[in-house]
């Protein structure tokens, strides 16, 4: 403990200077820290909204849009497909779950999804309050919407606030659901007939026999809606497919692509592509704070270098009192490894602190990632107190070599 005293002293008399090292490692540290829980998070969520999808079907255009638009819900459609074509690849051999999309209006920002239950399921997602819906113009909200059964509201044409609004047909929330961290949290969720009635168009041929039926079960509501429906000028936006395997995610594509009008992305593929652009842009502030760190660990060395000078007297001293050179070697090194804890201690306060209070304004964040990040801020924190160590190593062999009786003699 006396070592250690002697070490926060002598930090404490050049207090500027010891600031400063701490400032810089603890910026730099907060930099590495964000850029880490920032890329996590995201690469997190992407796993989390594609949950299995290996094919997005859509119309003609960008794979990589159709991917977004349709999977992720961040861009806008390529187009629409018609349902009757999207019906045949749904009933393929190699499909082992489809799930059909109807895009076309929002409610404040928040989607207005056509689709069936099961597209829900596929992310776990159960019910908070109320039921799902069990006829056309019944919604189900997402945990993000903020909406609760019983609210009725219009759709405005578009996927971005600010279109015409569909006065003669107001939806009726008849559910919410909890959180599940996934793009169905900002969603509102409806039967196809609904997205499709609004405009115009329709999925039913309702039968004598059944048309009045109602049904009870979703998995019903379910295969009413796929077995009543036909061509008939009906168009949906897209259909995401789980195929049987491996073989079926290199062979539907293909087929689909050469036989048919419609358009087979491999989300997997499509978002590997994606990230590796914007991997420049993390890589890029991943150099800046190994930079700082490097620039922080250059200031701690700088500022234990340049003491000695001034305190070759003290440690000629300490070793004429019985100061081993060990001893001395150890005392000068604890001022480096305490400088760089204390910047690491800092920076880890600031860049976590920093993120989640940015995740609490930005929701897609807040269910960031947890096991990875905490693997990556071990690592970095292993780097820090390294560098904090390789600063001081240098100044403290050289302060273990003080010649007291030279030192003395010249005083």
């Given at each position: ?66 991917v977004l638009s349709a999977l992720y819900h961040a861009d806008v459609p390529t187009g629409n497909i018609p349902y009757a074509e999207a019906q045949k ?16 209006d929002n409610w404040r920002g928040f989607r207005i999804v056509g689709t069936t239950v099961d597209y829900m399921q596929n992310y776990g997602a159960e ?86 039926e109602e049904h009870e079960h979703h998995d019903d509501e379910h295969e009413h809606e796929l077995e009543h429906a036909h061509g008939g000028g009906a ?177």
């Open positions: 403990m006396k070592d250690i005293s002697l070490s926060l002293r002598s930090l404490a008399a050049r207090k500027l200077a010891s600031l400063l090292a701490v400032l810089l490692t603890a910026f730099g540290v907060m930099m590495a820290l964000v850029v880490m829980q920032f890329t996590a998070a995201v690469q997190e969520r992407l796993a989390r909204d594609g949950s299995g999808i290996d094919i997005v079907v859509g119309a003609k255009g960008s794979p990589l849009q159709l690849w749904m009933q393929h051999p190699q499909v082992r779950a489809a799930y059909p999309l109807a895009l076309g019910l908070a309050a109320g039921r799902f819906w069990q006829k056309p113009f019944e919604a189900v909200a997402g945990a993000d919407s903020g909406l609760s059964p019983g609210v009725r509201f219009t759709g405005a044409h578009g996927l971005a606030e600010g279109g015409h609004h569909h006065e003669e047909h107001a939806y009726t929330i008849v559910g919410t659901l909890k959180p599940t961290g996934s793009v169905v949290d900002r969603l509102i969720l409806t039967s196809l007939d609904s997205v499709l009635e609004l405009h115009g168009q329709s999925l039913h041929a309702h039968d004598d026999d059944d048309g009045d168009d949906i936006t897209a259909i995401l497919i789980k195929t049987s395997g491996p073989i079926a995610n290199i062979n539907l594509p293909r087929s689909i692509n050469q036989s048919s009008a419609l358009i087979a992305a491999n989300p997997a593929l499509e978002m590997a592509r994606l990230s590796a652009v914007f991997g420049v842009g993390t890589r890029a502030l991943g150099l800046i704070s190994a930079f700082l760190i490097g620039l922080a660990a250059l200031g701690i060395f700088a500022g234990i270098a340049g003491s000695l000078e001034n305190r070759q007297a003290d440690l000629a001293v300490l070793r004429a009192l019985g100061y081993t050179p060990l001893r001395l070697f150890r005392i000068v090194l604890y001022e480096g490894i305490f400088l760089a804890a204390c910047g690491l201690a800092l920076g880890l306060a600031l860049g976590i602190g920093g993120y989640d209070l940015a995740a609490g304004h930005l929701p897609a964040l807040a269910h960031g990632a947890a096991a990875g990040f905490q693997v990556s801020w071990a690592w970095l924190s292993a780097a820090v107190l390294f560098a904090g160590l390789l600063a001081s190593t240098l100044p403290a062999l050289r302060a273990a070599r003080t010649a007291p009786a030279d030192m003395l003699r010249l005083r």
